[in-house]
């Protein structure tokens, strides 16, 4: 798997800028210098001239070895691609004459994917004559949110889209230390 760095700064004869600030490896300013003169002391110590700061008047560049510094930089957004976390949207359906029995089995497994850190949103679709009673199916959703109260929070309140009703919710943090 390839790694990619978002923006890779430009490196010695593609630096266009005529003057730059120049900072040696160690982290010294050395001074203002014309890029001739900056790319020559870059050869004599064997390191490559990198643009750090394109956008300042004058361009900041560094002394370093390029290859040593892609090295670090692929390394960096490996370790924070690791810890990124990611959810995903799963989905629940009901329906308006759900039995207890389903109502209970589909708000357990709302419950384990809100437990997993996952967002859900539990649709509700009303069909044919259900239409003209939307708020019976508000009361389902709203009774959804009583009974996930705790585990999820409510993202996006009960909403009505012709002929569906959704809700939309999100894990809620867990406190830390409380399990001794």
Known sequence: ???TIKQIP???KRIRAQRVKLISADGEVLGEFHINDAMRMAQEKK???VEVAPNTKPPVCKLLDFGKYLYEKKRQERI????QHRTSAR????????SEHDYQVKLGKVK??????????????LRGREMLHSDLGRKVLERVILDVEGIGKVE???????????VT????????????
């Open 80 to 83: 924070a691609r690791k810890h």
């Open 91 to 98: 989905g629940m359906r009901m329906s308006l004459k759900i």
């Open 47 to 49: 390191l490559d001239l």
């Open 169 to 180: 919710f999100i894990a809620e943090k867990k406190k830390r230390g409380s399990n001794g």
């Open 112 to 125: 384990e994917l809100l437990e997993d850190g996952n967002r859900v949103k539990v649709t509700l679709r």
């Open 156 to 166: 996006k309140q009960p909403k009505q889209e012709h002929n569906i009703l959704y």
């Open 1 to 3: 798997m390839e790694v």
């Open 10 to 12: 430009r490196v010695n």
